[in-house]
């Protein structure tokens, strides 16, 4: 059965750095997302992205962030200049137009 | 705004018995969607189910089923049979229609399922 795949796992980063997290959504989906949970916390929405560009957006997906579709199999997230608070699991999900998302493993990112 | 909200942060069943989990949602659409996600101590992510707004008929996924009142904006789902892979973290979660429907999630439950 096809799967969201992401990669790194885990990702141990200084404050200020960039990191690139990836996610290779399922191969027939059209709509890709990004959410983070930190915690203890609920999952949070972060990003979507259609037809090759964002369709919606939440107040956390600042311009520290940014997300690319590079080569028409991954999706990625950068963060630009981690900050302590950006330390979470963060989730890419793809989905159709059944609304249905399925969601990757997680990359799950410690800010030092 | 809209909400998802779980009462029961925490929740314990008898392996064998039946639980059911809680959530309401408030909204203003008419076409949305409803999940339930299961997240075990590994935290991926799982879908367990989905229901559509538009359908009167609860859905199923063998031991999975949800009771879902429309009118009253609930969307609880009943576990049968519990095992103890059950134990996870179970999250609610709708979205509301618009281009792609971003979830919104609630806080979660804690099931944890005894021998």
């Known amino acids: 059965e096809p799967e969201v795949t992401q990669t790194p796992s885990h990702q141990v980063t200084q404050m200020g750095q960039e990191v690139i997290l990836r996610c290779v959504p399922i191969?027939?989906?059209?709509?890709f997302y990004w959410y983070r949970q930190i915690l203890g916390q609920k999952v949070e929405f972060l990003v979507s992205?259609?037809?090759?560009?964002?369709?919606?957006k939440s107040e956390i997906f600042d311009d520290q962030f940014s997300v690319e579709r590079p080569d028409g199999s991954n999706f990625t997230l950068k963060i630009r200049s981690t900050k302590l608070e950006d330390s979470a699991m963060y989730f890419c999900?793809?989905?159709?137009?059944?609304?249905?998302?399925?969601f990757g493993p997680g990359t799950r990112l410690l800010v030092l | 705004a809209q909400t998802v909200t779980q009462s029961q942060p925490e929740m314990s069943v008898q392996e064998a018995e039946t639980v059911t989990l809680s959530c309401t949602y408030d909204?203003?659409?008419?076409?949305?969607?409803l999940f339930w996600y299961k997240q075990p101590p590994s935290r991926q992510m799982i879908l367990v189910i989905r229901?559509?707004?538009?359908?009167?008929q609860n859905a199923t996924e063998n031991r999975f089923s949800v009771n879902f009142q429309k009118a009253a904006k609930s969307f609880s789902l009943k576990i049968s049979d519990s095992q103890l892979g059950d134990t996870a973290m179970y999250f609610c979660a709708s979205n509301y229609g618009g281009s792609q429907g971003n979830l919104i999630f609630g806080k979660g439950t804690k099931l944890s399922v005894k021998p």
């Open positions: 992205f259609y037809n090759n560009e964002i369709s919606e």
């Open positions: 191969s027939n989906h059209l709509y």
């Open positions: 999900a793809s989905g159709t137009m059944d609304k249905t998302q399925y």
């Open positions: 229901q559509e707004a538009y359908k009167q």
């Open positions: 909204t203003s659409e008419n076409n949305y969607y």
